[in-house]
């Protein structure tokens, strides 16, 4: 069964956001909606234009891509620091292995 489109005029009003993120998304959506149909209309202010005039140069797009990069680096320093205490952790845990089969206990240490 096909969905029915909503009737010319009346929009449906999208459901409530369950999280701020969701709700903050939905705000920003509709934001750049209205800018769009400003622009498109010509009625979009010099501020806005300069906004996504600057989202669009080489210069922002080189920023975005450091950002990620970045981003990148930072996940990889947590991973490797999260494996180094994972193997600080099997060490430990291998020389108390190694002193309970040469018959000392953790008392005697």
Do not use: C, W
């Not at 622009?39 to 600057?54: I, R, V, Y």
């Amino acid at each position: 069964m096909a969905k029915r489109k909503p009737a010319s005029g009346s929009a449906r009003k999208p459901r409530p956001a369950l999280t701020p993120e969701a709700r903050e998304n939905q705000l920003i959506a509709k934001a750049y909606d209205l800018v769009e149909q400003r622009l498109e209309d010509g009625t979009a202010t010099s501020q806005e234009t300069t906004h996504f005039l600057k989202l669009g140069s080489s210069r922002a797009r080189l920023e975005q891509e450091k950002l990620r990069r970045e981003t990148e680096v930072l996940v990889a320093k947590r991973e490797a620091y999260e494996s180094s205490k994972r193997i600080e952790e099997l060490y430990a845990g291998a020389l108390k292995a190694m002193r309970t089969y040469n018959g000392f206990d953790d008392e005697e240490l």
